[in-house]
């Protein structure tokens, strides 16, 4: 079956790499360094065993970023060597960790291409973030004899399905990891029920929840909500984070917003989408609801917004983090349109009051955790989105209630990296 899977992703290659040109339109960073998803670039200077990790984009890296700090720290003598599948992704690896690892895009799963890739690194070990499995990538590793495990596994029960209707070609690609760290028990018995080997599969817990906030990232979200809330009347502004939202979802938020503005004038809106080409699509669009806007490209080096200022386009990569420390409540986008949801571990570690849609297939244990808890709320529309909105503006206590409980669920789920480093260094040599 991997036969036949090879040979289409071949007879497919001209229309994947024009996909490629046509991404480079909108995302001209699409077009640099393609050679490298064809396994061509140089080979490592040093000769240090080689541990390589794939982040695949910005949410993998910045989940990866506690594990890649660990891999530092305690294998020094090691050579790391993180990959990813984005420009976006690439930036903030870089940008992040400057000067401590080596980079290069995964290459496509083709067999030449992943020789290439395996020959030049020789790596000691493979290990993957979450769900980017590849089946010649996986299959070339265990003919080598080199050791891959999936890291902050996650699989819906949607994806498992889907692995199911194509057996013959994902069963002997998850038999071939030697061990999957999942995210939790219902994860887990998904993995084995798609090949996995249930010996090797074990739950981990969620990386995601071992996020620290060191000092400095708390002193410069700080200052940004000092900024973001002056007013002219004297009133503090009441924050509000919408973020990493998608196609046909930001009209619903703008919606929302424009109701909650007609009783609440001082509210403001921070607008975040998931994808950097589509930044100029969303301002577009918040100019057509009316509304008074400013970049965070632009503003970032000023000292404070204009006062009239009622929605801030987050048009910035790497700084969601940060945006969070510097809000009051946080809505996540991917889930009012049927996306799965995104990480909303990030905003309960700042003790947010957290909002989503109903799709959050992607995050079951963690949407699960927090509304059992009592710290997010789920919606359907724009005026039910409002209406919450409109609710904790004037119920200082329900903030209180519902931050208390998402820091508790924050601090309560840490341990994963632990577990998931123990079972690193039972791989290597």
């Given at each position: ?22 991404r480079a339109i909108k995302a001209p960073a699409y077009a640099k360094r393609w050679q490298e ?393």
């Open positions: 079956m991997r036969f036949f899977y090879s040979l289409i992703f071949y007879l497919a290659l001209p229309a994947v790499l024009l996909r490629l040109l046509w998803r064809l396994g061509l670039f140089p080979k490592l200077k040093n000769s240090r065993p080689v541990i390589c990790l794939h982040s695949v984009s910005v949410g993998e890296t910045i989940a990866a970023s506690p594990l890649i700090k660990r891999l530092l720290e305690d294998y020094p003598d090691h050579q790391l060597m993180v990959t990813t599948t984005t420009p976006t992704g690439s930036a903030l690896l870089q940008e992040r960790f400057t000067g401590q690892l080596a980079h290069v895009y995964l290459p496509y799963d083709l067999p030449d291409a992943v020789a290439r890739f395996l020959n030049k690194l020789e790596p000691e070990l493979m290990l993957v973030m979450e769900t980017e499995l590849w089946p010649n990538l996986l299959a070339a590793c265990k003919k080598r004899g080199i050791p891959s495990l999936l890291l902050n596994g996650r699989l819906s029960e949607r994806s498992a399905k889907g692995y199911q209707r194509v057996s013959a070609l994902s069963a002997p690609m998850f038999a071939a990891l030697s061990g999957v760290y999942a995210q939790s028990e219902a994860d887990r018995q998904r993995f084995i029920s798609t090949g996995a080997k249930a010996e090797n599969t074990v739950v981990s817990g969620n990386i995601k929840f071992d996020l620290q906030l060191n000092n400095e990232l708390r002193e410069q979200a700080k200052k940004l909500k000092q900024q973001w809330r002056e007013c002219s009347t004297g009133e503090g502004r009441f924050l509000i984070a919408a973020a990493s939202t998608h196609p046909g979802e930001d009209e619903i938020i703008l919606e929302a917003f424009g109701l909650l503005l007609q009783p609440e004038p001082q509210a403001r809106l921070l607008l975040v989408p998931r994808h950097p080409e589509r930044f100029n699509e969303v301002a577009r669009l918040i100019k057509e609801q009316g509304l008074s806007m400013q970049r965070r490209s632009v503003t970032k080096s000023r000292k404070a917004l204009e006062d009239n200022c009622q929605v801030i386009l987050g048009d910035t990569m790497g700084e969601m983090l940060c945006f969070f420390g510097a809000v009051d409540a946080a809505f996540i986008g991917g889930s009012l349109v049927d996306r799965g949801g995104h990480n909303m571990i990030e905003a309960a570690a700042w003790g947010l009051p957290i909002m989503t849609g109903k799709s959050c297939f992607n995050f079951v244990e963690a949407s699960s955790l927090l509304q059992t808890a009592g710290a997010l709320l789920q919606v359907e529309n724009a005026v039910e989105l409002a209406d919450h909105w409109k609710q904790l503006m004037n119920d200082p206590e329900q903030v209180k209630t519902m931050s208390t409980a998402a820091l508790e669920v924050a601090e309560s789920n840490r341990g994963a990296l632990d577990k998931m480093m123990m079972g690193i260094a039972a791989h290597l040599k």
